[in-house]
């Protein structure tokens, strides 16, 4: 039997949130853009008053608490997936495990370059954190989102949560194409 090693066009996103699951970081406010390992960060709007306290401890990937006076448009948090050539897959998918103290939602999206700027194709679930660890899975028919079936030269993940004063634990995520 020959052995084959196919990491997949999900292999570098999958490798970062590896990198952000081994991170210590004690609770530290966190600025826009600030990588918390290279190729994630968070990103908010830059016309409201957003404050973040990140902290990340080994076999986690982040605890977020957001303080938004006033009204924001968004709080992002991006993982940038690099050349994605989606073209020979049928899905690409994700499992978040999550908890909140109070029930709160995100929206996942991947972010494909594009003639002018950007595309985002959402997810078609709205992930759901409450009180005690639950699990989050969708994944997207590239079929039916021609965007994604063009190699791309970059992507991101990008989580959109609630933008408005709240926390987050993302206990873990993984990336899947079938």
Known sequence: MTHSLDLGPEAAG??????LRLLERPTAPLAPHDPLV??????????????AEVESRPGSLLSAQFTVEGTARWV?????????????KMIIGLACRSMAPSST????????PGEGGFSDTFFRKTAISYAEPSLHLDALQIETHPELSIPAPWRELILFFRPETGEIDLQDMRLFTV
């Open 105 to 112: 939602t995100f929206r996942p999206c991947l972010r494909t």
């Open 76 to 88: 992002a948090l991006h993982i940038q997936l690099g050349e994605i050539d989606l073209s020979d």
């Open 14 to 19: 999958n490798s970062l949130l590896a990198s």
């Open 38 to 51: 290279p190729g994630i960060f968070f990103d908010f709007d830059p016309d409201a008053t957003i404050r």
